[in-house]
């Protein structure tokens, strides 16, 4: 694919840095976006910087239709001098790749939440919604595609955004990619409980990143436990290698920028 981008380096996340809401006279009100993502990667800085993020809300999704591509660093907005890539998916198609794929079949097969006697069911249901969350992925992949610079890095964060990595890899080869996981990695006996396809698809999709991240290494070694186990990867020390390629697991524990908090009191 080739990219008129200049970044070199991008941020992948659900939550942006910035949210919107509209004020009663139609007019849009910016703040910072919530959540300790983005708490976490305040300190990135902003030169040569692109963050790119979904609309969560109505007021997100006017603001994005303002400007092309919806990079709101382009309209006004105060983004602290970092380019903010604002994408305005489908709500439907965001409704189920984020609230039933992520939230209600990934994170609750991360914490082991799941009434194993009843539940989990994949049905058809579940197929359509799993189809939603390949899309939002790749809607993603295509806007970091077109973003980032020759032999740019990209950072992609969490579990909504397992599917990344790999697709985005198919587009740009030239790129250093990144993912971290901010919640915890199941055990193998757990995941399986996943269709097995999907849970081939999750794997393949993180291992098209150079470097995959956790916060500790019991997670980052279950993730390569469910690698050995459903794909046949070999996994020695910090590496996993499958399909010709080497991805490398760290383990991150993830602070935050305790002078910005204390001015922030």
Same mark, same amino acid.
């Given at each position: 694919?080739?990219?008129?981008?200049? /970044?070199?380096?991008?941020? %992948?996340? @659900?939550?942006?840095?910035? =949210?919107?809401?509209?004020?009663?006279?139609?007019? $849009?009100? +910016?703040?910072?976006?919530?959540?300790?993502?983005?708490?976490?990667?305040?300190?990135?800085?902003?030169?040569?910087?692109?963050?790119?993020?979904?609309?969560?809300?109505?007021?997100?999704?006017?603001?994005?239709?303002?400007?092309?591509?919806?990079?709101?660093?382009?309209?006004?907005?105060?983004?602290?001098?970092?380019?903010?890539?604002?994408?305005?998916?489908?709500? /439907?198609?965001?409704?189920? %790749?984020? @609230?039933?794929?992520?939230? =209600?079949?990934?994170?609750?097969?991360?914490?082991? $939440?799941? +009434?194993?006697?009843?539940?989990?069911?994949?049905?058809?249901?579940?197929?359509?919604?799993?189809?939603?969350?390949?899309?939002?992925?790749?809607?993603?992949?295509?806007?970091?595609?077109?973003?980032?610079?020759?032999?740019?890095?990209?950072?992609?964060?969490?579990?909504?955004?397992?599917?990344?990595?790999?697709?985005?890899?198919?587009?740009?080869?030239?790129?250093?990619?990144?993912?971290?996981?901010?919640?915890?990695?199941?055990?193998?006996?757990?995941?399986?409980?996943?269709?097995?396809?999907?849970?081939?698809?999750?794997?393949?999709?993180?291992?098209?990143?150079?470097?995959?991240?956790?916060?500790?290494?019991?997670?980052?070694?279950?993730?390569?436990?469910?690698?050995?186990?459903?794909?046949?990867?070999?996994?020695?020390?910090?590496?996993?290698?499958?399909?010709?390629?080497?991805?490398?697991?760290?383990?991150?524990?993830?602070?935050?920028?305790?002078?910005?908090?204390?001015?922030?009191?």
């Amino acid at each position: 694919m080739v990219s008129s981008g200049s /970044a070199r380096l991008l941020v %992948a996340s @659900n939550r942006g840095p910035l =949210s919107f809401r509209q004020r009663d006279d139609g007019t $849009l009100e +910016a703040s910072r976006g919530g959540g300790g993502l983005v708490s976490g990667l305040s300190g990135l800085g902003s030169e040569g910087v692109v963050w790119v993020c979904a609309a969560l809300s109505d007021g997100d999704r006017a603001a994005t239709r303002h400007v092309p591509g919806g990079r709101l660093d382009r309209d006004g907005h105060d983004t602290g001098g970092m380019a903010v890539r604002m994408l305005d998916i489908d709500p /439907a198609t965001f409704h189920r %790749a984020y @609230n039933s794929i992520a939230n =209600s079949t990934l994170w609750f097969i991360h914490h082991l $939440l799941y +009434a194993t006697p009843t539940a989990p069911a994949f049905d058809m249901g579940f197929r359509r919604d799993w189809s939603s969350y390949e899309a939002y992925n790749r809607t993603f992949a295509r806007a970091l595609a077109e973003e980032a610079g020759e032999g740019a890095k990209v950072l992609v964060q969490d579990y909504h955004l397992t599917l990344v990595p790999q697709q985005l890899r198919d587009l740009r080869p030239d790129l250093r990619i990144a993912h971290f996981s901010h919640t915890p990695w199941a055990p193998v006996d757990y995941f399986r409980l996943l269709p097995t396809d999907v849970a081939r698809e999750t794997l393949l999709g993180m291992l098209g990143a150079d470097h995959t991240g956790f916060h500790s290494a019991r997670w980052a070694r279950a993730f390569a436990a469910c690698c050995v186990e459903f794909l046949g990867a070999e996994y020695e020390g910090t590496e996993v290698r499958y399909g010709g390629r080497t991805t490398r697991l760290g383990v991150h524990p993830l602070g935050v920028d305790a002078e910005a908090l204390t001015e922030r009191g």
